[in-house]
C-alpha cells in the first residue's frame, strides 16, 4: 500500500514538473509543450512552490519503514528534490540573475535545436510557440525588476558577456538564424509556402525586436545599479545561498574551506603529474616552455572549424568502437557532432553535450566550439570521453532507457549534478585504460583537463567563499593551464555566473575513483571492470551517498 501511494505521488510530482518546464515536456512530447517554451513568471514560481510544499506533505504522509530498500531511495530522493527547490524559493532565487552563461535564451536556443518539424501541424504548433517568446522575456524582466528593487544585480564582469550573447542572436540573417533552422529540413511541398513566409515574418518583425527589446531592458535594469563584488555572498542572504549551492552540486554537506583545501592539494598533485610529462616530452623541468609551445604549435591547432569538427567526429567514431571493452550496457541511440554556431563561440564552452529527446525523435548533439585556437588536439580525447562516450551522451541516454525507474530518476539529471559530472570526469580518465594517451603531447591534454576541474574547486571557493577578485581568479588559472586567455575570462565568467556548479566535477569524480579503488581492493581477481562501470550506470540520478550504496552492495554481491 505504502509503496503504492509513493508511485502514483511520484507520478504526479513528475507530471506537475513537466508540464511546468516545457523544454523537458516536449522531449517527451507532451501536448502541453506545443505553443510555449518557458513558464517562468513570477505567479510560475509561486504557484510551484505552493504545490511543491504540498507534495512534501503528502509525501511524510507515508511511512518510509514500511517501504522496501529500493523505494526508500526514490523516497529520499523525492523529498530532496522537493525540498531543494522550496530552498531555493524562499532564498529567493527566482529574484536572482542567474542569466549567465545559460539565460532564457540559450535555453530556447537549446530547445529549437531539438525541434523537428514533420507535418503543416508541427509547424503551426512552432510558430505558436516562437510568437510566445516576447513574453517569456517580459517575464524575465518582470522578476528582474522585482530582484533589483531587493538587491539582487549583476556583477560588472558580467554585464557585457550577458548583453552580448543576447544581442549576438539577431545579427545574423533570417534564413541563417537559430529559429529558422528547423524549417530547413521540412521535405518540400509538405507546408504550404505562406505558413514558411509567415515565420520568415515572425523572425524579422517580432523575434529580432524583442530579443534586442529584452537586451535593452536588461542594461536598464543592470547598469545603474550594478555591482563590482564577483561573489554571490555580496548579494541579500548570499552566504546563506552559496552554502545552499555547494550542498546542491555536490549533493553533499560540503564545507567551501574544506573544498578549497582540496582543490589546492589536487592542483599541487596534478602539477607534479605535468612536471613528469614536461620531462617525457625533452623540456625538462621547463613547465613554462612546454606550456607555450603547447600554446602556440600550429602543428596542434585544426586550419578551421570544419576540419575541427571532422577531426572529432572521426576521434568520436573510434572511440565509440572501443566501448564494448569497458562496458556490457550500450544504449540504442547516438550522437552527431556539431559546431558552436560562430555568432554564439565567443561567450560558449569549447564542447557541451546536448542528448537526445527523452522521446528519442532525434540523436543526440556533441557541440564543439568553432573558435580553434580555443580547441587544440591534444585536448580533443578527453573532450570526447568526456561529452561524447561514454561520458555525458552515452550516460544520458542509457539513464532514460531504465523503464524500471520512476521517471524522475531517469529525468532529474540537474538535481545529481555531481554524480553527472563526476561520471564524465571519471570518463577521461578510461582513455588511460584504451590506451589512447600514447605520447606526452595527449597525457598532457588528458592532465590539463584534470587540472581544469582542481582549479576550479580553488577558484570557485575563492570567488564565493573567500573574497577573491576576478583578477585573483584569472590569475591562478594562467598559472597552471595552457588555455588562452580568452577562453579563461570566459570561464571565470561561468564560475561567477553559476555559483558553486564547477565544484561538482571533481566531487563526483573523487567519489568514482574511491568506489573503484574499494570494489578493486575488495573484489582482487573477481573484478570485472565492465560490471563496475555497468553498476554505476544503472544507479539512475543519484547523490553520491545513494551511488556509494549501490556500488557497496554489489561488492558484497560480488564477493560471495
Given at each position: 500500500m505504502q509503496s503504492n501511494n509513493l508511485a502514483a505521488l511520484a507520478a504526479a510530482c513528475w507530471d506537475f514538473h513537466i508540464g511546468e518546464y516545457p523544454p523537458l515536456a516536449a522531449e517527451h512530447g507532451d501536448p502541453r509543450a506545443r505553443h510555449i517554451f518557458l513558464k517562468e513568471s513570477i505567479a510560475d514560481h509561486r504557484h510551484r512552490n505552493l504545490v511543491d510544499r504540498e507534495f512534501i506533505l503528502k509525501l511524510e504522509a507515508i511511512n518510509r519503514e514500511e517501504l522496501p530498500s529500493q523505494d526508500r531511495i526514490t523516497y529520499d530522493l523525492l523529498h530532496r528534490e522537493l525540498t531543494v527547490v522550496c530552498e531555493q524559493f524562499r532564498l529567493e532565487e527566482y529574484l536572482?540573475?542567474?542569466i549567465y552563461p545559460f539565460g532564457?535564451?540559450?535555453?530556447?536556443?537549446?530547445a529549437i535545436s531539438k525541434t523537428v518539424l514533420s507535418d503543416e501541424q508541427a509547424l503551426q504548433d512552432y510558430v505558436i510557440r516562437l510568437a510566445s517568446i516576447p513574453q517569456v522575456f517580459e517575464d524575465y524582466l518582470e522578476r528582474f525588476r522585482l530582484g533589483a528593487s531587493r538587491g539582487y544585480v549583476l556583477p560588472a564582469a558580467l554585464l557585457e558577456p550577458v548583453l552580448a550573447t543576447v544581442r549576438a542572436y539577431v545579427l545574423e540573417d533570417v534564413e541563417a538564424c537559430a529559429w529558422y533552422k528547423p524549417l530547413r529540413n521540412i521535405p518540400k511541398g509538405t507546408v504550404p509556402t505562406a505558413l514558411i513566409e509567415e515565420v520568415w515574418q515572425l523572425i524579422a518583425n517580432v523575434l529580432k525586436p524583442a530579443y534586442l527589446?529584452?537586451?535593452?531592458?536588461?542594461?536598464?535594469?543592470?547598469?545603474?545599479?550594478?555591482?563590482?563584488s564577483v561573489s554571490c555572498a555580496d548579494a541579500p542572504m548570499g552566504r546563506e545561498y552559496y552554502q545552499h549551492l555547494v550542498s546542491y552540486y555536490t549533493t553533499a554537506d560540503a564545507d567551501p574551506d574544506e573544498i578549497h583545501?582540496?582543490?589546492?592539494?589536487?592542483?599541487?598533485?596534478?602539477?607534479?603529474?605535468?612536471?613528469?610529462?614536461?620531462?617525457?616530452?625533452?623540456?625538462?623541468n621547463d613547465v613554462e616552455t612546454f606550456q607555450n609551445y603547447l600554446r602556440s604549435a600550429k602543428c596542434f591547432f585544426s586550419t578551421d572549424a570544419n576540419a575541427l569538427r571532422e577531426r572529432i567526429e572521426v576521434l568520436s567514431k573510434r572511440i565509440d568502437g572501443r566501448i564494448p571493452e569497458l562496458f556490457g550496457l550500450i544504449p540504442r541511440m547516438t550522437y552527431g557532432v556539431e559546431s558552436v554556431p560562430e555568432a554564439l563561440a565567443a561567450y560558449y564552452p569549447i564542447a557541451s553535450a546536448h542528448p537526445n529527446p527523452a522521446n528519442n525523435?532525434?540523436?543526440?548533439?556533441?557541440?564543439?566550439?568553432?573558435?580553434v585556437e580555443r580547441c587544440p588536439s591534444y585536448l580533443h580525447i578527453p573532450l570526447v570521453l568526456h561529452e561524447g562516450w561514454p561520458g555525458h551522451l552515452m550516460h544520458i541516454a542509457?539513464?532514460?532507457?531504465?523503464?524500471?525507474?520512476?521517471?524522475?530518476?531517469?529525468?532529474?539529471?540537474?538535481?545529481?549534478?555531481?554524480y553527472i559530472e563526476g561520471w564524465a570526469l571519471y570518463c577521461e580518465g578510461l582513455g588511460e585504460d584504451l590506451g589512447l594517451y600514447s605520447d606526452p603531447y595527449l597525457r598532457y591534454g588528458r592532465l590539463e583537463m584534470e587540472i581544469h576541474r582542481a582549479v576550479r574547486l580553488v577558484v570557485d571557493t575563492g570567488i564565493h567563499a573567500l573574497g577573491w577578485t576576478r583578477h585573483d581568479a584569472i590569475t591562478y588559472m594562467q598559472k597552471y593551464l595552457t588555455t588562452s586567455p580568452a577562453a579563461i575570462e570566459t570561464e571565470v565568467n561561468r564560475y561567477i555566473g553559476l555559483p558553486?556548479?564547477?565544484?561538482?566535477?571533481?566531487t563526483g569524480e573523487m567519489k568514482i575513483l574511491e568506489l573503484r579503488r574499494?570494489?578493486?581492493?575488495?573484489?582482487?581477481?573477481?573484478?570485472?571492470?565492465k560490471k563496475f562501470h555497468d553498476r554505476l550506470v544503472t544507479a539512475g540520478a543519484v547523490t553520491l551517498e545513494v551511488l556509494e550504496a549501490h556500488v557497496q552492495e554489489w561488492i558484497e554481491g560480488a564477493e560471495h
Amino acid at each position: 500500500m505504502q509503496s503504492n501511494n509513493l508511485a502514483a505521488l511520484a507520478a504526479a510530482c513528475w507530471d506537475f514538473h513537466i508540464g511546468e518546464y516545457p523544454p523537458l515536456a516536449a522531449e517527451h512530447g507532451d501536448p502541453r509543450a506545443r505553443h510555449i517554451f518557458l513558464k517562468e513568471s513570477i505567479a510560475d514560481h509561486r504557484h510551484r512552490n505552493l504545490v511543491d510544499r504540498e507534495f512534501i506533505l503528502k509525501l511524510e504522509a507515508i511511512n518510509r519503514e514500511e517501504l522496501p530498500s529500493q523505494d526508500r531511495i526514490t523516497y529520499d530522493l523525492l523529498h530532496r528534490e522537493l525540498t531543494v527547490v522550496c530552498e531555493q524559493f524562499r532564498l529567493e532565487e527566482y529574484l536572482r540573475p542567474q542569466i549567465y552563461p545559460f539565460g532564457p535564451e540559450a535555453v530556447i536556443g537549446s530547445a529549437i535545436s531539438k525541434t523537428v518539424l514533420s507535418d503543416e501541424q508541427a509547424l503551426q504548433d512552432y510558430v505558436i510557440r516562437l510568437a510566445s517568446i516576447p513574453q517569456v522575456f517580459e517575464d524575465y524582466l518582470e522578476r528582474f525588476r522585482l530582484g533589483a528593487s531587493r538587491g539582487y544585480v549583476l556583477p560588472a564582469a558580467l554585464l557585457e558577456p550577458v548583453l552580448a550573447t543576447v544581442r549576438a542572436y539577431v545579427l545574423e540573417d533570417v534564413e541563417a538564424c537559430a529559429w529558422y533552422k528547423p524549417l530547413r529540413n521540412i521535405p518540400k511541398g509538405t507546408v504550404p509556402t505562406a505558413l514558411i513566409e509567415e515565420v520568415w515574418q515572425l523572425i524579422a518583425n517580432v523575434l529580432k525586436p524583442a530579443y534586442l527589446h529584452y537586451a535593452d531592458e536588461l542594461e536598464a535594469i543592470y547598469r545603474p545599479a550594478i555591482r563590482n563584488s564577483v561573489s554571490c555572498a555580496d548579494a541579500p542572504m548570499g552566504r546563506e545561498y552559496y552554502q545552499h549551492l555547494v550542498s546542491y552540486y555536490t549533493t553533499a554537506d560540503a564545507d567551501p574551506d574544506e573544498i578549497h583545501r582540496t582543490g589546492l592539494a589536487e592542483v599541487e598533485r596534478i602539477s607534479t603529474a605535468i612536471l613528469k610529462t614536461a620531462n617525457e616530452a625533452g623540456f625538462g623541468n621547463d613547465v613554462e616552455t612546454f606550456q607555450n609551445y603547447l600554446r602556440s604549435a600550429k602543428c596542434f591547432f585544426s586550419t578551421d572549424a570544419n576540419a575541427l569538427r571532422e577531426r572529432i567526429e572521426v576521434l568520436s567514431k573510434r572511440i565509440d568502437g572501443r566501448i564494448p571493452e569497458l562496458f556490457g550496457l550500450i544504449p540504442r541511440m547516438t550522437y552527431g557532432v556539431e559546431s558552436v554556431p560562430e555568432a554564439l563561440a565567443a561567450y560558449y564552452p569549447i564542447a557541451s553535450a546536448h542528448p537526445n529527446p527523452a522521446n528519442n525523435t532525434s540523436a543526440g548533439k556533441f557541440w564543439v566550439t568553432s573558435l580553434v585556437e580555443r580547441c587544440p588536439s591534444y585536448l580533443h580525447i578527453p573532450l570526447v570521453l568526456h561529452e561524447g562516450w561514454p561520458g555525458h551522451l552515452m550516460h544520458i541516454a542509457l539513464l532514460q532507457e531504465m523503464k524500471d525507474l520512476p521517471a524522475f530518476r531517469r529525468y532529474s539529471m540537474a538535481g545529481y549534478i555531481a554524480y553527472i559530472e563526476g561520471w564524465a570526469l571519471y570518463c577521461e580518465g578510461l582513455g588511460e585504460d584504451l590506451g589512447l594517451y600514447s605520447d606526452p603531447y595527449l597525457r598532457y591534454g588528458r592532465l590539463e583537463m584534470e587540472i581544469h576541474r582542481a582549479v576550479r574547486l580553488v577558484v570557485d571557493t575563492g570567488i564565493h567563499a573567500l573574497g577573491w577578485t576576478r583578477h585573483d581568479a584569472i590569475t591562478y588559472m594562467q598559472k597552471y593551464l595552457t588555455t588562452s586567455p580568452a577562453a579563461i575570462e570566459t570561464e571565470v565568467n561561468r564560475y561567477i555566473g553559476l555559483p558553486a556548479q564547477a565544484l561538482s566535477y571533481k566531487t563526483g569524480e573523487m567519489k568514482i575513483l574511491e568506489l573503484r579503488r574499494r570494489a578493486e581492493q575488495r573484489l582482487g581477481s573477481k573484478f570485472s571492470l565492465k560490471k563496475f562501470h555497468d553498476r554505476l550506470v544503472t544507479a539512475g540520478a543519484v547523490t553520491l551517498e545513494v551511488l556509494e550504496a549501490h556500488v557497496q552492495e554489489w561488492i558484497e554481491g560480488a564477493e560471495h
